[in-house]
Nanobody, 126 residues
Framework: VQLQASGGGLVQAGGSLRLSCAVS????????MGWFRQAPGKEREFVAGISWRGARTSYADPVKGRFTISSDNAKNTVYLQMNSLKPEDTAVYYC????????????????????WGQGTQVTVSS
């Protein structure tokens, strides 16, 4: 399975970006998906997750109400809509996939994911 993240860039505080994560390879399997971010000198942290087929979602407290994760299974793509961006959202954003047979599970932990994309840089200027 290969994950290709895109959509990052430079935006002013208060602006919006939409990240995309295209999944290729064994797309017939079930995957829970997630977005993580890593700022310089910090550990990779959970941002948002979505269960297979999008029945459930979960968000980290700092992004609740501002970010929305969604999936388009027909396109094998997961999105992260980021609104009201803040300078502290600046980081490299990674998408990840966890192979699962469970339809309603959202995976929260870094070490539970099986596959990772290459990351896309998001920079929010003040």
């Amino acid at each position: 399975v290969q994950l290709q993240a895109s959509g990052g860039g430079l935006v002013q505080a208060g602006g919006s970006l939409r990240l995309s994560c295209a999944v290729s390879g064994r797309t017939s399997r079930k995957y829970a998906m997630g977005w993580f971010r890593q700022a310089p000198g910090k550990e990779r942290e959970f941002v948002a997750g979505i269960s297979w087929r999008g029945a459930r979602t979960s968000y980290a407290d700092p992004v609740k109400g501002r970010f929305t994760i969604s999936s388009d299974n027909a396109k094998n793509t997961v999105y992260l809509q980021m609104n009201s961006l803040k300078p502290e959202d600046t980081a490299v954003y990674y998408c990840a996939a966890d192979r699962t047979d469970l339809q309603f599970i959202v995976v929260l932990k870094v070490d539970e994911y099986d596959y990772w994309g290459q990351g896309t840089q998001v920079t929010v200027s003040s």
